[in-house]
């Protein structure tokens, strides 16, 4: 059953490709189809900006792969293991979602998409960030949640463009004071960790208007300080909380 649905799949995959050729489309659907592996005849379409590959059973970003032009990629909910070498062939990419996937090496090549502003990469099985993806001067959202990752290294300072960062569900117990650098920061998840304190500084990220730290017992943020997760309390009165906190804790 399954090998006559991902065949039925790969030939409604041919058939999308044919017509966006046609059409000279420069957006192509193939999610949701059983797909096992990106087609090969993808590479006809030499106009294409974005590829929507959600939702199937991909292994692989295949090395064939020849869309110069590509700007947005979506795997999310496949089973990718690695970012390959080949992904420096979509120099003009705005968007690379890889969410929900198996993903636990990434090339060092990723550092050549300048144009990158979105990254999501949660729900994979990374252990760290490595220092290529801090190299992506231009990104403004990183989805990192629900992976393995113990350490935020200082040179996330790097990410100068950064306004929304994810790192909830993971194994964190300490972020670095350089954070407090993402000037333009305006969300922060960090739910869901180990965390035992935060950088007094923070409370220099003006521009934050969501702080989510649910989940971090060792914190000892009540709920009425916290807020839900539907309706959480503005950053600046959590951290004036861990502030009060911290100096009577000082005091004493």
């Not at 120099?91 to 198996?102: A, F, G, I, V, Y």
């Not at 702080?211 to 060792?218: E, I, Q, R, S």
């Amino acid at each position: 059953m399954a090998e006559k649905e991902e065949k039925r799949g790969l030939k409604e995959a041919l058939r999308r490709i044919e017509e966006a050729k046609r059409t000279g489309a420069e957006a192509l659907d193939l999610s949701d189809l059983d797909l096992t592996e990106v087609p090969e005849a993808v590479n006809q379409l030499s106009k294409l900006l974005s590829l929507d590959l959600s939702f199937n059973q991909i292994t692989a970003i295949p090395d064939f792969i020849r869309l110069p032009r590509l700007r947005k990629l979506n795997l999310n909910d496949n089973q990718v293991t690695a970012i390959p070498d080949s992904i420096a062939q979509f120099p003009e990419l705005q968007e690379l979602k890889l969410t929900c996937n198996d993903v636990r090496f990434i090339s060092k090549n990723i550092a050549q998409l300048r144009q990158l502003t979105v990254l999501g990469l949660g729900g994979n099985e990374l252990d760290s960030i490595p220092d290529c993806i801090l190299q992506l001067s231009r990104v403004q959202e990183l989805h990192l949640w629900k992976n393995a990752i113990s350490v935020v290294p200082g040179s996330i300072s790097q990410l100068a463009q950064l306004r929304h960062l994810e790192l909830g569900e993971n194994q964190i117990t300490l972020v670095p004071d350089s954070l407090a650098q993402l000037a333009k920061l305006e969300y922060l998840d960090l739910s869901n960790n180990r965390l035992n304190k935060l950088p007094e500084q923070l409370t220099s990220l003006s521009k934050l208007q969501e702080l989510y730290l649910h989940g971090n017992p060792n914190l000892g943020i009540p709920e009425e300080i916290a807020g839900t997760w539907d309706h959480p309390k503005p950053p600046r009165e959590i951290l004036a909380y861990l502030t009060k906190a911290r100096d009577s804790q000082t005091a004493k």
